[in-house]
């Protein structure tokens, strides 16, 4: 079992920032790829970014291209999302996701609790 616990979410303003984290406990980290997803209230969850366990490789969706970033710190366990630029259209739940294989999916084993992002106009 891997627990995911994600933070940093708030309120900000529309062209704002921040940067979410995800702690991870349990079996190694460095042996789960990782990914953030996001969930309005009565919509679909839906892909942000992922990235490889070594961190190598990142993918994102094209919603998020250019805006956001996904990094790890393996010898710390977290998944970080820095998220610049942001809109009134990312104001939903993100979600922290970890997998042994990485899939751009929401098909991942294990799912943080999530952490609420608003942003205001």
């Known amino acids: 079992q891997v627990q995911l616990v994600e933070s940093g979410g708030g309120s900000v303003q529309a062209g704002g920032s921040l940067r979410l984290s995800c702690a991870a406990s349990?079996?190694?980290?460095?042996?789960?790829?990782m990914g953030w997803f996001r969930q309005a209230p009565g919509k679909e969850r839906e892909f942000v970014a992922a990235?490889?366990?070594?961190?190598?490789?990142?993918y994102y969706a094209d919603s998020v291209k250019g805006r956001f970033t996904i990094s790890r710190d393996n010898a710390k366990n977290t998944v970080y999302l820095q998220m610049n630029s942001l809109k009134p259209e990312d104001t939903v739940v993100y979600y922290c996701a970890a997998d042994r294989i990485l899939v751009l999916t929401t098909g991942y084993d294990y799912w943080g609790q999530g952490t609420q992002v608003t942003v205001s106009s």
């Open positions: 349990g079996r190694s980290f460095s042996s789960y790829a």
């Open positions: 990235i490889s366990r070594s961190g190598y490789n990142t």
